[in-house]
């Protein structure tokens, strides 16, 4: 899927499917999926390395793994996130950024939130960089909503989402992320916008899904509610490690070539 597709997808009996990676291996299978595109998200600092939060993600962080990311994926495209505060230090700093996500291959840029970005978006947009917003439960946030809560739940605020939406089109973002909001609200937002809406955690009436890896696969932890895990990887990985470990402590591996 190219960044020209994503409008053309937009329709009644196609929806996109995106899914994150952050290293070669991973983002290699994934790569060869048939997922429609690959986000590197700032949700690295949590699964990867094993942060509480993505607010502890940094733009050298992002631009690492970025680059192991594209190295493996070839013809899908390649959404990094614009981590905590890197659209928050003035226009230099943001377009410093941007260009080491761009040099490390990222196609497009993934920004959360609008309050206060609206100039710093227009200008990435402008500078050719596409950008994908990002709007509702925005992880970057959670310090001031006080936790992972769904956001957009009384109508003041569901309004002011809607509105936020509109003005992310309007602006020249390519596609929304939606994150935990009400079914009914996400929706209403993506009937609203021409450009597509992936929810997560957002419910099914959206024009695409995004999932972090990890959850999909059972590998991180306990995933949210809404996350449908397509492997029990924790426990597959677990008892191929536990028959390694048996196998090598009873002399069964490797082979005996020799009596
Ligand atoms: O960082 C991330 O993984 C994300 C998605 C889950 C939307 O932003």
Same mark, same amino acid.
């Given at each position: 899927m190219k960044i020209t597709d994503f409008y053309k997808y937009k329709k009644p009996g196609r929806k996109i499917s995106m899914v994150t990676a952050y290293d070669y291996t991973l983002a290699a299978i994934a790569g060869a999926s048939a997922v429609d595109c690959v986000l590197v998200g700032d949700s690295l600092a949590m699964v990867? =390395? /094993? =942060?509480?939060? %993505?607010? #502890? #993600?940094t733009v050298d962080m992002m631009a690492l793994h970025t680059a192991a990311v594209t190295r493996a994926v070839k013809d899908k495209l390649v959404i990094a996130d614009m981590p905590f505060l890197s659209m928050r230090k003035g226009l230099a700093p943001a377009m410093n950024a941007v260009e080491k996500l761009a040099r490390a291959g990222a196609q497009a840029v993934k920004a959360e939130g609008l309050a206060g970005h609206e100039k710093i978006i227009s200008h990435i947009i402008k500078s050719d960089m596409p950008v994908m917003g990002h709007l509702g439960l %925005? +992880?970057?946030?959670i310090n001031k909503f006080g936790g992972y809560k769904a956001q957009g739940k009384d109508p003041a605020s569901a309004e002011k989402l809607a509105a936020q939406a509109l003005e992310l089109e309007r602006l020249g973002c390519f596609a929304l992320v939606l994150e935990c909001v009400p079914e009914d609200l996400a929706e209403k937002i993506t009937a609203s916008l021409k450009i597509p809406v992936i929810g997560i955690g #957002? /419910? +099914?009436? %959206?024009?695409g899904q995004v999932l972090v890896l990890q959850d999909l696969l059972g590998l991180y932890g306990e995933p949210p509610s809404f996350v449908k895990k397509y492997l029990d990887g924790r426990r597959l990985v677990t008892e191929a490690l536990d028959s390694f470990d048996r196998e090598v402590k009873s002399s069964v591996f490797p082979e005996r070539k020799r009596q």
């Open positions: 990867m =390395h /094993g =942060h509480e939060s %993505t607010i #502890a #993600a %925005t +992880p970057q946030s #957002a /419910g +099914p009436f %959206t024009d």
